[in-house]
């Protein structure tokens, strides 16, 4: 079974007294291991599809598994549960705790997951050392630079261990040289067997990855996306549209 | 989430606006010192009236005094022989829920004479149990006792302020083998009673303002006036008792005293002890039963009990302390109005936050707690503050005013204050905490 697995899933919004689809029967699969892209122009679908794979968010009808976990009905708990024990976020603006160092900002998903002090410290340890800012640990990230904002943020993404690494326009805030090391850290974290999805417009950066999922009108662009797993069972019933 | 990282994360909050954090706080700061302030003046003053009301004699002193008999037996009412020292042997006999009878027969405006100084004071004939009864203490040499009463000597205990106004060149002069006279009569003294006054009073004395204050009051109301004022004070009356035996008062002034020229052989006061406060009424029923027989019937008397006056103070002091935590609470409400406020902003700030939070797992729950966590160590250093500043606040009001009754901080009344400051604090958390614990994880993530 593969890690992640979408049958069919259907995301619409109301505004005023108008549904929009902003997600319109996508079916798709990752294996674990897998470093991809999912690329788009902006309105393509693409935030909303990785805030359903991030479990910030559940479809309006279709099947989501995570890890063999349906979490298409999954209540705020059972999501916040995921998220903080399966899935680990990158995002554009790094969003780092201005007021924790490096390492409580490290720390913090290991706290809501109820892991002890001492642990706590020492993972951090381990997953700053991956990134490589072993010497700033008592740095806040006002004094930080973008790039290592961006390796702290990277570090707390994968202190937990997750099964999947989500980034959202991770190189976006920065210039290209920096950039260009976060994508080689991710490379290496790939390289060492995470499963690393990056979500962007920038088609070279996508271009470089093992495999792409292009997104237009909240569906995956046909023929791009060529890797979809056929292995998918009977498509949802009805019933299971989510009523939320 | 762990509660201390919460307590850790709110304190670290508020270290980071310190001055807003302090401005938010003075509400509770201020409306816990004025809760706190408010019990430990209300209870200042009750324990001056309880003091009052123990010094005249406490509860279970009671005081038989004369009554119109009921209509039926208006006719006979001259059958009763009033109370007598008779009532007073028939109690100690056949009362025995009663441990103390005090009769008294008071001879008024008499004159109380040493050499060439004369002052007018009333004069009382007792027996040795008056002292217990009356609360009195004796300060040197000793009561009346049973021998005098028996042999009928002439011998007098006086109150402090009687030796000192007797001998006004000599302060702190006990008198004791002095001889005094009683309307002519010669009377040695053979004890003084303590000093006799209220916290306040003692103060007001250490305080050196006393003087002072009772010149400014006999000069505003009257000489005569300021002096019968404080006739009606038990303290000033205790310090200026003169006591005799009661039959040595009988024979050397009442022999022939009635109209007719028979002796008067009335008691102007009988006040009884009831030996047990949980069986006061029954106590109250024995003495009913024996003195209904003495009186030849005649229920031409009744009873005066403190119980009144006694609930009076718990229910005044009650209707001040409720009125003041009103008052005091509302500025409690108000504090907490400016923590709801504050806190509200502050989620505001931190929509972010809140968004990242949320996205590595907190759930919904966890930020709830953090926000109530923090609202409540507001209130928590708030009211630690605020117990201070009523500390303050008390001092403040002791030296604006030293001679009223001290303020007593009790320990409920602290933890009453305090709790109420926490309460607070958490209470006026719940709605911001329950408004950023139901933000849309991603909505914010997008803010701002």
Not at chain 1, 181 to 206: C, K, M, P, Q, W
Not at chain 1, 216 to 235: C, F, H, M, Y
Not at chain 2, 163 to 168: G, S, V
Not at chain 2, 337 to 352: D, F, H, P, Q, V
Request: contains cysteine; hydrophobic residues 45%; proline residues 4%.
């Amino acid at each position: 079974m593969a890690l992640v697995e979408l049958y069919d899933i259907r995301k619409t919004y109301r505004v005023g007294d108008q549904e929009i689809a902003a997600l319109d029967g996508v079916t798709l699969s990752i294996e674990a291991g897998e470093f991809l892209a999912i690329i788009g122009p902006s309105g393509s679908g693409k935030s909303t599809l990785m805030h359903l794979l991030g479990c910030l968010d559940t479809p309006t009808s279709g099947r989501l598994l995570i890890d063999g976990i349906d979490i298409s009905r999954a209540s705020n708990n059972e999501l916040a549960a995921m998220r903080n024990a399966k899935i680990g976020f990158v995002f554009q603006s790094f969003n780092l705790l201005p007021k924790f160092d490096v390492l409580r900002n490290v720390e913090l998903p290991m706290v809501y997951a109820g892991v002890s002090a001492k642990v706590r410290k020492e993972r951090a340890m381990e997953a700053i050392e991956r990134v490589g800012l072993t010497n700033r640990i008592h740095n806040t990230p006002l004094q930080l630079s973008g790039g290592q904002c961006q390796r702290v943020a990277i570090a707390r993404a994968i202190v937990n261990n997750p099964k999947i690494v989500f980034a959202d326009e991770p190189t976006g805030n920065l210039d290209s040289h920096t950039g260009e090391a976060i994508l080689t850290l991710f490379r290496e974290l790939a390289a060492s067997g995470r499963t690393i999805v990056i979500v962007t417009h920038d088609n070279t950066i996508a271009a470089r990855l093992p495999r792409r999922i292009e997104m237009r009108d909240g569906q995956i662009r046909i023929g791009v996306e060529a890797q979809v797993s056929n292995t998918a069972p009977l498509a949802p019933s009805s019933t299971e549209v989510v009523a939320r | 989430m762990n509660f201390w990282f919460g307590l850790l994360i709110g304190l670290k909050e508020i270290g980071a606006h310190k001055f807003r954090s302090f401005l938010t706080m003075l509400g509770i700061i201020l409306g816990v010192a004025s809760l706190l302030a408010m019990f430990a003046l209300t209870e200042g003053i009750a324990q001056g009236m309880r003091e009052m009301l123990a010094a005249s004699g406490g509860v279970e002193r009671v005081e038989i005094n004369t009554k119109d008999p009921s209509e039926e037996l208006q006719d006979l009412a001259f059958l009763s022989p009033g109370r007598t020292m008779d009532d007073v042997d028939a109690l100690r006999k056949g009362a025995p829920l009663i441990d103390l009878v005090s009769p008294e027969m008071v001879m008024g405006n008499t004159a109380v004479s040493r050499s060439n100084k004369t002052i007018r004071l009333n004069v009382s004939g007792v027996c040795p149990e008056f002292a217990e009864v009356g609360k009195f203490e004796i300060e040197a040499g000793r009561m009346i006792g049973q021998a005098d009463i028996d042999s009928v000597n002439r011998v007098a205990v006086i109150g402090a302020s009687v030796a000192d106004e007797l001998w006004p060149e000599n302060p702190d002069y006990i008198p004791l083998g002095e001889t005094i006279q009683l309307n002519g009569t010669p009377y040695r003294v053979i004890g003084t009673f303590a000093m006799c006054e209220s916290d306040a009073t003692k103060r007001k004395r250490e305080a050196g303002v006393s003087a002072v204050q009772d010149e400014r009051r006999i000069r505003r109301v009257g000489k005569k006036k300021a002096a019968q004022a404080n006739k009606y004070d038990t303290y000033w009356q205790k310090n200026h008792a003169v006591i005799i035996p009661v039959t040595t008062l009988f024979f050397d002034f009442r022999t022939a005293s009635n109209a007719d020229g028979s002796p008067n052989r009335k008691l102007d006061r009988l006040s009884i002890r009831v030996a047990n406060l949980s069986l006061f009424e029954e106590a109250l029923n024995q003495v009913r039963a024996v003195l209904i027989r003495t009186h030849r019937g005649i229920d031409d008397f009744g009873f005066d009990t403190r119980e009144e006056w006694f609930d009076n103070i718990e229910s005044s002091v009650r209707a001040t302390r409720l009125s003041g935590s009103f008052i005091a609470g509302i500025s409690l409400l108000v504090g907490g109005i400016g923590i709801t406020n504050i806190m509200l902003a502050s989620i505001t700030e931190r929509i972010r936050e809140i968004g990242v939070r949320r996205a590595i797992g907190a759930r919904q729950r966890d930020i709830f707690i953090q926000i109530v966590v923090e609202s409540g160590v507001i209130g928590f250093i708030g009211g630690l503050l605020g117990l201070a500043a009523a500390g303050g606040m008390i001092q403040l009001l002791i030296l604006l005013s030293p001679t009223e009754n001290a303020p007593i901080i009790t320990t409920s009344a602290v933890l009453i204050s305090f709790g109420f400051a926490v309460g607070i604090g958490i209470l006026s958390g719940l709605y911001p905490a329950w408004k950023a614990s139901t933000l849309d994880p991603i909505e914010a993530l997008r803010y701002g």
